[in-house]
């Protein structure tokens, strides 16, 4: 199956859900400096998949892409990690952070896939 559109991407549609459950959970918080951070971190996930998918579109390889995933793992990471702290503050429940860490790690292991698959399968120069 091709795909020729990021929207189609299973592992785009989970990170753009990610952010806007993020987004959902700090809409209420005073912590400017906080919210910020981790609403940026989950909107980077989604945006570096859509943005080297796209860039990758017309690459020789997957290299482009696969740097942009790279990136996008990061950020997920970054959200996973600050989820951790927002429980502690008490800024969001156990519940929902468990929740959502566990859609970070299903997001990371997503994205680890198609990276191990696009670095098995580079198009021929």
């Given at each position: 199956?091709?795909?020729?559109?990021?929207?189609?991407?299973?592992?785009?549609?989970?990170?753009?859900?990610l952010?806007?459950q993020?987004?959902?959970?700090m809409?209420n918080?005073?912590d400017?400096?906080?919210?910020?951070?981790?609403?940026?971190a989950?909107?980077?996930?989604?945006?570096?998949?859509?943005?080297g998918?796209?860039?990758?579109?017309?690459?020789?390889?997957n290299?482009?892409?696969?740097?942009?995933?790279?990136?996008?793992?990061g950020?997920?990471?970054?959200?996973?990690?600050m989820l951790?702290?927002?429980?502690?503050?008490?800024?969001?429940?156990?519940?929902?952070?468990?929740?959502?860490?566990a859609?970070?790690?299903?997001?990371?292991r997503?994205?680890a896939?198609?990276?191990?698959?696009?670095?098995?399968?580079?198009?021929?120069?």
């Open positions: 199956m091709t795909i020729y559109h990021y929207e189609d991407l299973q592992i785009w549609q989970h990170a753009r859900e952010a806007k993020i987004y959902a959970c809409q918080n005073s400017y400096g906080f919210c910020s951070q981790i609403q940026r989950a909107v980077s996930v989604m945006n570096n998949i859509a943005e998918f796209n860039r990758g579109k017309h690459s020789k390889d290299k482009v892409f696969t740097n942009f995933l790279s990136i996008a793992y950020s997920c990471g970054e959200v996973r990690s951790y702290l927002a429980e502690d503050l008490d800024y969001i429940y156990s519940d929902k952070a468990s929740e959502l860490r859609m970070c790690k299903t997001l990371e997503k994205i896939g198609l990276t191990t698959t696009l670095k098995e399968n580079e198009k021929p120069q």
